[in-house]
């Protein structure tokens, strides 16, 4: 991130480096172009093709077992969906967090307030997760309800910064604000906690009935 002072660029985390100059040139080109083409493209790329290449043997063992992780609980159709969200979380890292950081925090929440709902559409048509059984659903719920906590998050947190710069706001709808902020989240939080703690127990004691009826 560069700033334009005086007619010239300078690097926004110290503001005595010019930038696309002398060592910014050399520690743009040494360590950040290397970093995001092997971390940032490379590795969603290789991903992406080593699951094209087995996309016809999703269900091989020996397969699952190699690459299993990347697409297991998906649908097969959707085998490549772990990584639309991988370029999901760079994308709102790129607009939200490089792009817009110069554009001030209410231009920065705005921006990443409309990439969220685009992503609640996409998960919504999509519906990625493969519900086996009943229980699957929960996997649905579960990233739906990720993704508008985070809605409501930049949102609360959207009024909480408007509120303070403008004084338009009342200071209840700010104290709500706040609850909603750290109650939303702590709530998701628990409830994920509960829905893995639930999922464990039922696996165990399905377990324990066919470890019975081989006996």
Same mark, same amino acid.
């Given at each position: ?17 010019a930038c ?16 995001? %083409? ?6 969603? %790329? ?26 297991? &609980? ?27 950081s110069r ?35 929960? %996997?649905?719920?579960?990233?739906? &309800? ?43 939080? %628990? ?13 165990? &004691? ?10």
């Amino acid at each position: 991130g560069c700033e334009r002072i005086g007619g010239k660029l300078w690097l926004a985390a110290d503001l005595q480096e010019a930038c696309y100059e002398g060592r910014h040139w050399e520690l743009l080109f040494l360590l950040c172009l290397p970093q995001v %083409l092997l971390f940032v493209i490379g590795l969603p %790329l290789g991903a992406l093709v080593v699951l094209w290449r087995h996309r016809k043997d999703l269900h091989n063992p020996r397969a699952q077992f190699r690459w299993g992780i990347l697409y297991a &609980g998906y649908r097969d159709e959707l085998y490549y969906w772990e990584i639309t969200i991988v370029i999901r979380k760079l994308v709102m890292v790129m607009v939200g967090g490089v792009f817009a950081s110069r554009l001030g925090p209410d231009m920065q929440v705005y921006m990443s307030l409309a990439l969220v709902v685009v992503f609640v559409v996409f998960h919504l048509v999509a519906q990625p997760f493969n519900e086996l059984t009943i229980h699957h659903k929960m %996997l649905h719920w579960l990233e739906l &309800g990720a993704l508008l906590a985070c809605f409501a998050t930049l949102y609360s947190g959207m009024l909480f910064y408007l509120g303070h710069e403008t004084n338009r706001i009342p200071a209840w709808s700010l104290d709500f604000a706040s609850v909603i902020i750290v109650g939303g989240n702590s709530g998701f939080m %628990l409830y994920a906690i509960f829905a893995f703690v639930q999922a464990v127990r039922r696996e165990a &004691g399905e377990s324990k009935g066919m470890t019975a009826k081989e006996r």
